[in-house]
């Protein structure tokens, strides 16, 4: 018994039980996602994310333990967006044709995204601080995090609203797509993307590449234009 | 594998350099795809070597936001008592957001003819 409590406190310490276990928890969140005949609700980053975290609370251990294992997966993050280039590099012809749709899925999709997320909240009675945290939430995370400083909100709550963004526009897009009956793929990735960044933009993947490439590019234009729009939604309810 | 690896690496760097020192508010990793896409416009070739290691990352993309994700289950209680009201506006938003957005795209391509083909 001691010796199964040294071996796991030595396992437990060390980033590779927590390394393999990321792994696991998303290979089980994929087969659940293949089981459920791929439907949008049984997200694989939801199950995986739902897994480790009743791990993590049964046995004890810390987010920062877990980290050290989990930073070699989070590490490539940023790989990973610089290798969203090929796709678009792949479609550049289709994006240049598709220049002005673009820019307008973007404009309306980014303030859309901003002015009614403030607008709900505010009218939901939220002020202030968490108004602000807020506002960013449909960009890329640490584009969130640097808007959310520069206009009074707290990085830890725009971090969180976030990545609960991504999954929630990653669970709708597709069912909420199909009932409007938008059949375009470029417009659809664009709109998953621009609303719901990277985690938006690794569900358009899974469903159709095209999809995937735009949802790519607005993920990316809408790190830019949240920059400009949150602010300026901001201060219409302060 | 590694000339891929390194290429992605160094454009990354490269961002994260430019983000820093000319305070922009775009993240390093976004001026680092930029930056790649002009590096496989210039050479078209370099597409093909890049391809296999690109796609693999990119074929597993969701999988690297689980260990954020398992950060944000620990902060949930940092929604507070605005918990609920927060939850509602993000998921009504979204959905906003992605009808919007996906809409006005269709509209002006019929607008535009910018059909695809």
Redesign the interface.
């Known amino acids: 018994m001691t010796d199964l409590t040294a071996f796991w406190s030595y396992l437990s310490e060390g980033p590779l039980l927590w390394l393999a276990l990321t792994l696991l928890a998303y290979a089980a969140g994929d087969a659940c996602f293949r089981a459920s005949g791929r439907k949008p609700y049984v997200n694989t980053v939801l199950v995986a994310v739902a897994i480790l975290a009743m791990i993590l609370w049964v046995t004890g251990t810390s987010y920062g333990t877990y980290f050290e294992g989990a930073q070699f997966v989070h590490f490539l993050l940023g790989p990973a967006t610089v290798s969203l280039a090929l796709p678009l590099f792949d479609n550049l012809g289709r994006l240049r044709r598709a220049a002005l749709p673009v820019a307008a899925g973007l404009l309306a999709g980014s303030a859309t995204a901003a002015a009614s997320a403030v607008a709900i909240a505010w009218g939901l009675g939220v002020r202030g601080e968490a108004l602000a945290s807020l506002a960013p939430k449909s960009a890329t995370a640490p584009v969130a995090i640097g808007i959310a400083e520069r206009i009074g909100g707290a990085p830890t709550l725009t971090a969180v609203l976030v990545i609960l963004t991504g999954i929630a526009g990653a669970v709708v897009a597709t069912p909420l797509l199909n009932a409007l009956r938008i059949r375009d793929w470029r417009a659809r990735g664009l709109a998953v993307g621009v609303a719901s960044h990277g985690i938006g933009t690794a569900r358009a993947f899974q469903v159709n590449p095209t999809a995937g490439a735009f949802a790519g590019l607005g993920m990316a234009l809408n790190a830019v234009a949240t920059a400009f729009i949150a602010p300026l939604v901001l201060a219409l309810f302060l | 594998m590694i000339h891929t690896?390194l290429v992605?690496?160094a454009?990354?760097l490269a961002?994260e350099a430019a983000a820093r020192l000319l305070g922009l508010?775009?993240?390093?990793?976004?001026i680092?795809?930029?930056?790649?896409?002009g590096?496989?416009?210039a050479l078209p070739r370099f597409?093909a070597l890049?391809?296999p290691?690109?796609?693999g990352?990119?074929?597993n993309?969701?999988?690297?936001?689980?260990?954020?994700?398992?950060?944000?289950?620990?902060?949930?209680s940092?929604?507070?008592t605005?918990a609920?009201?927060?939850?509602?506006?993000?998921?009504?938003?979204?959905?906003?957001?992605?009808?919007?957005?996906?809409?006005?795209?269709?509209?002006?391509?019929r607008l535009?003819g910018?059909g695809?083909d």
């Open positions: 690896l992605l690496l454009c990354q961002g508010a775009v993240p390093g990793p976004v680092g795809m930029l930056l790649m896409l590096i496989l416009v597409a890049a391809r290691t690109a796609e990352i990119l074929a993309l969701s999988l690297l936001f689980v260990p954020a994700g398992v950060g944000v289950v620990g902060h949930i940092t929604l507070g605005q609920v009201a927060l939850l509602v506006a993000l998921v009504v938003s979204t959905v906003l957001a992605i009808a919007a957005g996906a809409g006005a795209f269709v509209l002006v391509a535009t910018a695809d």
